[in-house]
């Protein structure tokens, strides 16, 4: 198995053990079974190279309707979660908020239309204390760009009782569980 292999494989493994199992996501379930998360595992390191490559990945998106969701996998370089933060935030405002590339100099903003969520072995929210069971719902085998299709989380949470909720809830069974267990499931994906 090549080592890109081997970082997918982790995190299918850490989107059915946890995200899944623990319904941290309600409409993960239903993207894994049929099949329609794109994994895009990049060795890029560079801010201005990886602002490009989630540009690129907004445009799959745009042209494979059948493709629901993309995870951008970054097993290089963003072991430090702050430089993380700020390249997510970096992403936010210049792909989601708007894009101004040579390809496209009028800019695209995909504000509205795609949604980034994030997720890293290190994470940890705002004010919380870095051991919080809590930060495991963000958690992931290596740091993680979520590209998300704005319809699809509507859609998915029509159905879904008091999505509002989910934030808290989440927080909740995983304080349940405790930091020890939380831990645990992590470390058995890799």
Not at 56 to 61: D, I, K, P, T, Y
């Amino acid at each position: 198995m090549s080592t890109q292999q081997a970082i997918v494989a982790a995190t299918k493994k850490w989107l059915e053990t946890v995200i899944v199992k623990y319904n941290f996501c309600p409409f993960a379930r239903k993207e894994l079974e049929n099949d329609t998360i794109r994994y895009s595992v990049s060795e890029l390191t560079s801010f201005d190279d990886l602002v490009e490559l989630a540009l690129a990945e907004c445009r799959f998106l745009d042209d494979h309707p059948q493709t629901a969701t993309t995870l951008m996998i970054l097993p290089n370089g963003f072991d430090n979660f702050d430089r993380y933060l700020d390249l997510v935030d970096l992403i936010q405002s210049q792909v989601i908020e708007s894009a101004f590339t040579e390809e496209s100099p009028e800019g695209k903003s995909y504000e509205g239309i795609y949604q980034v969520a994030s997720f890293h072995p290190d994470y940890c929210f705002a004010d919380a204390d870095k051991d919080d069971a809590a930060n495991y719902t963000n958690r992931a085998p290596c740091p993680v760009v979520h590209f998300l299709r704005e319809d699809d989380i509507a859609e998915a949470l029509a159905d879904y009782p008091d999505p509002e909720n989910i934030p808290d809830r989440n927080i909740t069974l995983a304080r349940r569980k405790g930091t020890k267990k939380m831990a645990q499931l992590l470390s058995e994906c890799h």
